[in-house]
């Protein structure tokens, strides 16, 4: 929700005149493991003038791509010395005199990407931040702007997808899979998740189905199931890949004719396969998608101001959470980077940091 504009003198309060805010940030000055270059470090910030806002950080998730980020494997490159994060949700402390948007009080996201939020303060810029209502949660918040925005984009802007229609996706657990059943959900569309198999693959095919998806199948369950064959459920015209490899090929080959398959993600390192029958006889199609892209790209778009707008809703009705995490303590960050870290076991939950209390 974008805030009321007040005229700058009506509003003496509402500046900063030495604040003196001390912020604890977790920085690095050179590519490697988060556990081994991050750094806990103490820097005094300047009040914010012109159009910056001091923000008090709350909360702020630790996404695969920040770590991608700090281990230097994604394409976008931070400038050293560098705050890692991406995402936050934060509290406007106060604001520089040329600020209109943007009250003490309100909470807000980021709008651009990379601005370093692993945080308890910052001085951002006005257009770089969204409002948005208090009411939202602060997990939801904290994670809305990368995981639910991606999951919203991927089912609006390649197939039209109407109530009925269906769509398959693999790690249908992850933050984006639990995000596109949620979706999935409120529009009114069958939600088919592909999950790896696990010890807890009853707990996880529940916690799935209570967030919205039709049916949840491991890999080995979707190569044998007759699921869309027998009509049960109509066979999917957009699949969602977010693994690559053998998963993705497996997805594929479900999709009805001219379907297509977005891929998002890489999780298991291994290059999307595709099986030559389905490309030709279905005519199915490939794409990619990035949401830092297509950010960029409508910075100020109405579609991106609708998107937000309807994330929100649903979330303040309650209708949308935020996928299964832990809050963590910004001291704790060695501990949950290692835990995000961990590709041997399963994925689990996400971890944020929570400075809520800093
Ligand atoms: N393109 C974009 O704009 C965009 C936006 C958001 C996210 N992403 C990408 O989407 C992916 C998911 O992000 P997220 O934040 O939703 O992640 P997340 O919540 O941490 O979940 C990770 C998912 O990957 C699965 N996974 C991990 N290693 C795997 C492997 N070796 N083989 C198969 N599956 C594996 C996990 O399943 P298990 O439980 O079985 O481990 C889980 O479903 C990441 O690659 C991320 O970078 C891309």
């Not at 918040?141 to 639910?148: D, G, K, L, S």
């Not at 690559?244 to 594929?252: F, I, L, N, Q, R």
Request: hydrophobic content about 40%; aromatic content about 6%.
């Amino acid at each position: 929700m974008l805030r009321r504009t007040l005229p700058s003198f009506a509003r003496p309060s509402l500046l900063c005149r030495h604040m003196s805010v001390v912020a604890k940030s977790l920085k690095y000055t050179q590519h490697g493991e988060p556990q081994d270059v991050l750094k806990l470090v103490e820097d005094k910030l300047s009040d914010p003038t012109d159009k910056q806002v001091l923000v008090q950080i709350l909360a702020a998730p630790i996404n695969p791509a920040d770590i991608n980020t700090i281990q230097g494997k994604y394409p976008v490159k931070p400038k050293f010395p560098a705050i890692a994060g991406n995402e936050f949700v934060g509290k406007v402390v106060c604001v520089g005199e040329e600020v209109k948007s943007l009250q003490p009080g309100t909470h807000v996201v980021p709008l651009a990407s990379g601005l370093g939020t692993w945080t308890t303060h910052a001085v951002y810029k006005e257009e770089h931040l969204l409002g948005i209502s208090n009411k939202v949660g602060l997990a939801e918040a904290a994670t809305i702007t990368v995981n639910p925005c991606t999951a919203y984009r991927m089912l609006k802007d390649f197939v039209k997808l109407s109530p009925g229609d269906t769509v398959i996706q693999n790690g249908a657990n992850s933050a984006v899979g639990q995000a596109v059943h949620q979706l999935c959900r409120a529009w009114g569309i069958n939600s088919v998740g592909i999950v790896r198999n696990r010890p807890e693959i009853d707990e996880l095919k529940k916690l799935l189905q209570s967030l919205g998806a039709t049916a949840v199948l491991t890999e080995d369950e979707i190569r044998t199931s007759d699921i869309f064959k027998s009509g049960k459920i109509k066979r999917p015209q957009l699949a969602l890949n977010c693994v690559g490899g053998k998963s993705a090929t497996e997805v594929s080959r479900h999709l009805n004719d001219r379907g297509v398959m977005v891929t998002y993600g890489g999780m298991s390192r291994e290059p999307v396969t595709v099986a030559t029958g389905p490309l030709i006889f279905k005519d199915i199609a490939f794409r990619g998608f990035w949401m830092t892209r297509w950010s960029k790209e409508n910075y100020n778009a109405p579609e991106r101001k609708q998107m937000f707008q309807e994330l929100c809703k649903l979330m303040e009705e309650g209708k949308f959470v935020a996928p299964t995490h832990e809050m963590v303590p910004l001291e704790k960050f060695k501990d949950a980077a290692a835990a995000a870290l961990n590709f041997k076991g399963f994925t689990g939950k996400k971890f944020i940091l929570d400075m809520s209390k800093c």
